[in-house]
């Protein structure tokens, strides 16, 4: 079995593979995604071999039919392989979803091919494997030139997210909007920890977890991701559509999620739901409004939205009203800049249960003064433990405020009723509290250069975007 040091090692020669071959124009995440057709195709060829399985694939179109070819023909082999699989239903046509070459040099294919071969993937702990898979993503994700980090969540997040969010093991989770997996698999190892037998086992691996996104790379990273880690093995829980389009076919009693932020993509169906409570093309307020109505009653949702969304007017007030007064909106935290590799990005988590109504909302605040930047100061799972602790997961009506207007004016955690927040202008619930100081007084040189990199790139994304609109106005 593969230990630390053997996962830490592959990775790197993983990694290693695809700084070369970016030097030869071939993306990190056109690598990775070639990296997951071609290990899935080891993978099947293991358990035939190994295990006297029989193979999943059709005839011709596995691993010992590319293993052996050279030259312009394994490139020719490899494409036909593709096209074929990509033809292919279930778990098959998931993962090999579009899928296309890219990498058209025969001897960076070759290598490839290798490296993958040199190592018996089956026998290795699903935790391994999936650990080292995770890494590349978030290696990935790091990677700026990629634009890999729109489908990345920092883990520490997600990992707090689900542990005042508490999953059980035997409710139905979902993410609308699944990037690489990272909040399924977060449910998932958390419901695990709870299974007391293999009826339950067999209703988390193939009923408990769905996602959805409309990417067919990030379908296909999401979906090898999870089975890597043992989760639809025979049937991937991920599909490859538009959560916007129309209602869910399940209800749900868990939604996590990170909905894309920014304008819907062109070229994108217009959304216009019947169980929408207002029209907008808002993305993040649909997606938040899809996913109000995707939670069964009592179901549980723990979303990350950005700031407009507490204060836009309009369609912004009125499902927050919604949520107010229809479901229990009972807690926000508030997140600092610096977290996500989208710079400069201010953003919340809203927690609420659908069902009843809001009483109070106790805030968060994990912003004001709070300084992290991705490459010297990431944020950490313990940098979240007051919140989780202040939340009190178990039994929020014990919940107990840390500011006092007197004695501690800039306690973090501190409620605000519902009545307060609907006479609120546009019931906004855009509220800081705590007095701000300035950031960048003790800023390293290299946090300052980053902070100025970030403020830059905003600047030049709302330039942009100001040229756009500019550019349908008639002078």
Request: with cysteine; proline share 3%.
């Amino acid at each position: 079995m593969a230990n630390n040091n053997n996962s830490t090692s592959l990775t790197k020669k993983v990694w290693d593979l695809a700084t070369v071959l970016s030097s030869q124009g071939v993306g990190f995440t056109d690598y990775i995604t070639q990296l997951t057709y071609l290990l899935f195709l080891k993978m099947d060829n293991e358990n035939t071999e190994v295990y006297g399985e029989d193979s999943v694939l059709p005839e011709g179109y596995a691993w010992k039919d590319l293993i052996d070819v050279e030259g312009e023909d394994l490139i020719i082999k490899y494409e036909s392989i593709l096209a074929k699989l990509s033809e292919q239903s279930g778990l098959i046509g998931t993962i090999f979803t579009k899928a296309q070459n890219k990498i058209d040099k025969p001897a960076y294919l070759s290598k490839v091919i290798s490296m993958i071969d040199e190592e018996q993937w089956l026998v290795m702990d699903t935790d391994v494997k999936g650990a080292i898979y995770e890494s590349i993503l978030e290696k990935n994700g790091q990677d700026k030139k990629s634009g890999a980090g729109q489908y990345f969540t920092p883990r520490a997040l997600i990992q707090a997210m689900v542990d005042v969010t508490k999953p059980g093991i035997r409710e139905v989770v979902g993410d609308p909007a699944c990037g690489t997996g990272g909040f399924l698999l977060a449910a998932y190892d958390y419901m695990k920890k709870q299974s007391s037998g293999a009826k339950d086992l067999e209703f988390l691996n193939t009923k408990a977890i769905h996602g959805v996104d409309n990417t067919a790379l990030v379908v296909t990273l999401a979906s090898m991701n999870l089975y890597l880690h043992g989760i639809g093995t025979n049937s991937s829980p991920i599909e490859c559509k538009d959560s916007l389009e129309r209602p869910t076919d399940t209800a749900y009693d868990v939604i996590l999620a990170n909905p894309p932020f920014g304008t819907r993509p062109a070229g994108s169906v217009a959304i216009s739901r019947q169980d929408f409570y207002t029209e907008t093309s808002n993305n993040q307020l649909n997606f938040l409004q899809h996913i109000m109505v995707s939670l069964r009653q009592n179901g549980r949702a723990s979303v990350v939205l950005p700031d407009n969304v507490l204060f836009e007017g309009g369609a912004g007030e009125t499902i927050r009203k919604e949520l107010l007064t229809h479901f229990n909106l009972h807690t926000i935290l508030r997140l600092p800049t610096g977290i996500f590799y989208a710079g400069g990005v201010k953003a919340n988590v809203l927690f609420f249960t659908k069902g009843g109504k809001t009483e109070n909302v106790w805030y968060y605040d994990y912003r004001t003064g709070i300084k992290h930047t991705m490459a010297t100061k990431p944020m950490q799972r313990h940098h979240l433990d007051d919140f989780v602790q202040c939340y009190h997961a178990d039994d929020i009506s014990a919940r107990k405020e840390t500011y006092n207007a007197e004695t501690e004016p800039n306690g973090r955690w501190r409620k605000y009723s519902v009545d307060e927040l609907l006479a609120r202008d546009k019931t906004s619930l855009d509220i800081i509290w705590i007095r701000a100081t300035n950031d960048d007084d003790d800023l390293t040189i290299g946090e300052l250069v980053e902070t100025i990199e970030e403020k830059s790139k905003n600047i030049a994304s709302a330039v942009l975007r100001l040229k756009e609109l500019m550019a349908g106005i008639k002078e």
